[in-house]
């Protein structure tokens, strides 16, 4: 009997630039946050890569703590 592959659901990944115009913070404050490892990231190479998940999930994590 062999094991069935698990399936991870497929979210894309955004670049820097993409991230701010979507969440509104500048690119210094994406780059200090990846830094901080706060921000959840990928690096492919030079290049940091967030994945639209990990986007949503800090988002709503400093919504919660706005509030």
Not at 22 to 45: F, M
Request: glycine fraction near 2%; charged fraction near 25%; avoid cysteine.
């Amino acid at each position: 009997m062999s094991a069935q592959p698990v399936s991870t659901p497929i979210t894309r990944l955004l670049s820097v630039t993409e991230v701010e115009e979507r969440s509104g913070l500048p690119k210094q404050t994406i780059y200090k946050l990846v830094a901080e490892q706060r921000l959840a990231h990928h690096r492919i190479g030079r290049n940091v890569r967030i994945s639209e998940s990990d986007l949503a999930a800090f988002i709503a994590s400093a919504r919660r703590e706005a509030s």
